[in-house]
């Protein structure tokens, strides 16, 4: 019996790239891990509700790459991890969800404006986001869907946090807005004296945000009804969100010479600030008795509650990113290009991973792997366990549609040369 060699050729190919398809999410995995991928979280901008920026989640020992992915612009969007998947948005104006043990592409979310600097919060299964066309989103997690979207008057570059079904956000509209997390219908909204860039924290039932300009200010509202409880003048903006632990709030200055500021959180009184030569534009994280914050100047800080300074650590750019704090260590970003490892304790640079733009956006540590974007475009994963992807790092769904394209290449391949046989015989 003769076999027609070309035929069966193309069969193998075919047999091979249906393999392949199957087993790419499996070839991607890392080498080793000793977590479980849905163990841990990072739900929102600076973790949790309070804004303190630090997690129990191990911690990457190492800066090990093990994926990057590429967007049409840059990143300044602080990513939230919840149930595997990578939320974060793009200057190229969408809004992203990516397997967060591969960096495959699961779906995005196209806007009419950039997303920049604003940062999703992921809740009960929604991804809430703001965006400079002056909308709110609330999107599917799982399919990346519309579920509503919620208009303010101006864009939003602050980042929502959920809490007891309400959505808390500002805008630069100069109003805090508070809206059903299931309908998008507007509660209540409260006037402030300029832009509120600044992210909301909110702890037993107070919201606390600051202003922007002209005024400067930082309030405490009643999450209930938006009702002013006190308000505290600042000498310059507040950019960043506040950090709320034991009875104390952190939060920065942006302004020259910049300020650190911490304020009984019932009555608004000042307890104590240090001055900064240059501004501060991220948010401090608080845990365990200390704070830390980084500065224009460069430097990252670390104070005790009292305001005593611990140690400061020196990077070789200004520094826009906030720090986030796990397994002993303090991970930030930095013009310099470089995501920074600190060790808690002392400051010192355990490692460094340079990118190719600034890292304004604030890392999310979940489950022994860092996250974080970049002025480059990429978002990356570093982690110190395992080693780096052994495929290229490309989107699943573009492997997939070239797969799909070469099995139909096959098949009419096949088809034609079986046709073009039997007209010979």
């Not at 997390?181 to 832009?195: N, Q």
Request: contains cysteine; charged residues 15%; aromatic residues 14%.
């Amino acid at each position: 019996m003769k076999y027609n060699k070309l035929p069966l050729t193309m069969s193998l190919l075919l047999i091979l790239v249906i393999v392949s398809l199957v087993f790419i999410p499996v070839l991607t995995q890392t080498a080793s891990s000793s977590v479980d991928d849905n163990q841990y979280s990072w739900p929102s901008f600076m973790y949790d509700l309070r804004r303190t920026g630090s997690t129990e989640s191990p911690a990457p020992d190492a800066n090990t790459l093990l994926w990057k992915y590429k967007t049409g612009g840059f990143i300044d969007s602080s990513p939230a991890v919840v149930n595997g998947s990578v939320f974060f948005g793009s200057s190229d104006h969408y809004i992203y969800c990516l397997n967060a043990t591969t960096g495959y592409l699961r779906w995005r979310y196209e806007t009419t404006n950039w997303v920049f600097f604003a940062s999703p919060a992921v809740v009960d299964g929604k991804v809430y986001i703001g965006s400079g066309d002056q909308y709110v989103y609330c999107l599917n997690a799982e399919t990346g869907k519309l579920v509503w979207r919620y208009k303010a008057g101006w864009e939003v570059t602050s980042s929502p946090v959920i809490v007891d079904g309400k959505v808390y956000i500002g805008a630069a509209d100069k109003y805090v807005h508070c809206i059903d997390a299931t309908t998008g219908i507007g509660i209540w909204k409260f006037k402030t004296d300029g832009w509120v860039t600044s992210s909301p924290a909110v702890v037993d039932g107070k919201v606390f945000i600051g202003g922007y300009q002209p005024q400067h200010r930082f309030y405490c509202l009643d999450a209930e009804t938006g009702a002013s409880i006190w308000n505290f003048t600042t000498r310059g903006f507040v950019v960043g969100s506040p950090a709320v632990i034991d009875g104390k709030v952190f939060f920065g200055e942006h302004n020259v010479p910049g300020w650190l500021d911490c304020l009984n959180e019932n009555t608004g009184k000042l307890i104590w600030d240090n001055q900064f030569v240059l501004t501060i534009i991220g948010s401090p994280a608080a845990v365990d008795g200390k704070v830390y914050i980084g500065s224009y100047d460069g430097y990252v800080y670390s104070f005790d509650y009292d305001g005593t300074m611990v140690w400061k650590s020196k990077t070789e750019g200004p520094v826009y990113s906030s720090p986030s704090i796990a397994g002993g260590k303090v991970f930030i970003g930095s013009n310099d290009k470089g995501i920074h490892c600190l060790d808690q304790a002392t400051g010192d640079s355990l490692w460094v991973y340079q990118t190719d733009g600034h890292v304004k956006a604030s890392p999310a540590i979940v489950n022994g792997k860092l996250y974080v974007g970049s002025e480059d475009g990429y978002v990356y994963c570093i982690g110190g366990e395992g080693t780096a992807s052994l495929l290229p790092n490309l989107p699943y769904d573009l492997i997939r549609n070239v797969a799909v394209i070469i099995v139909a290449i096959v098949l009419v391949g096949s088809y034609v040369y079986v046709r073009t046989r039997k007209k010979k015989s």
